[in-house]
T-cell receptor, first 115, second 117 residues
Framework: EAGVTQFPSHSVIEKGQTVTLRCDPI?????LYWYRRVMGKEIKFLLHFVKESKQDESGMPNNRFLAERTGGTYSTLKVQPAELEDSGVYFC?????????????FGPGTRLLVL | QKEVEQNSGPLSVPEGAIASLNCTYSDRGSQSFFWYRQYSGKSPELIMS????GDKEDGRFTAQLNKASQYVSLLIRDSQPSDSATYLCAVTVFGYAGGTSYGKLTFGQGTILTVHP
């Protein structure tokens, strides 16, 4: 069974540009989460999807961030326009809706650097 | 006050010793507690979960939970150099939506553990 994958692994962009991060959850996992870790801080929750529906966006920093989950499969997180403070590691995690749903499996992360 | 607090370390222990990692949390409504291990540049990997007061053992790892004190710990027995990593404590409050149970994780900053030969 393939794990959670994220693309790209690294991204370096200039302030004001747009970046789109992609997450492919484990096949069949209805729950998909985005988290972010900025330098020196703890990993923080951004948002949660159940299938294609956003259930909790309470962690999204501002309206420059837009997340989608097409057809309940992969998800994208777009930052537009990017600011310096958006730099960090963006993690995606997924979990099943069945037994063991408490366990979230994390992807390798996308390291974003905004210059 | 941070929601989940951990000593950032680094915690250094000799090979074969017991490593003790601690975590406190502020939300009394927290229902599940997790320890993740993260190697440098890698994704967090779940190593222990605990849901009720007491101890839970899995191999060399023991998680301890005390909800009254809002405290959770992780003991690693017979520590090995391969255990050297950042250990993240995370807590969650469950929700239910769209016919699915879920829980967003609240993490501590992590404790860096170094096991030296």
């Amino acid at each position: 069974e393939a794990g959670v994958t994220q693309f790209p692994s690294h991204s370096v962009i200039e302030k004001g540009q747009t970046v789109t991060l992609r997450c492919d959850p484990i096949s069949g996992h209805d729950n998909l989460y985005w988290y972010r870790r900025v330098m020196g801080k703890e990993i923080k929750f951004l948002l949660h999807f159940v299938k294609e529906s956003k259930q909790d966006e309470s962690g999204m920093p501002n309206n420059r961030f837009l997340a989608e989950r097409t057809g309940g499969t992969y998800s994208t997180l777009k930052v537009q326009p990017a600011e310096l403070e958006d730099s960090g590691v963006y993690f995606c995690a997924s979990s099943t809706r069945r037994k063991g749903w408490q366990t979230q499996y994390f992807g390798p992360g996308t390291r974003l650097l905004v210059l | 006050q941070k929601e989940v607090e951990q000593n950032s370390g680094p915690l250094s222990v000799p090979e074969g010793a017991i490593a003790s990692l601690n975590c406190t949390y502020s939300d009394r409504g927290s229902q599940s507690f997790f320890w993740y291990r993260q190697y440098s540049g890698k994704s967090p990997e779940l190593i222990m979960s605990i849901y009720s007061n007491g101890d839970k053992e899995d191999g060399r790892f023991t998680a301890q939970l005390n909800k009254a004190s809002q405290y959770v710990s992780l003991l690693i027995r017979d520590s090995q150099p391969s255990d050297s990593a950042t250990y993240l404590c995370a807590v969650t409050v469950f929700g239910y939506a769209g016919g699915t149970s879920y829980g967003k994780l609240t993490f501590g900053q992590g404790t860096i553990l170094t096991v030296h030969p």
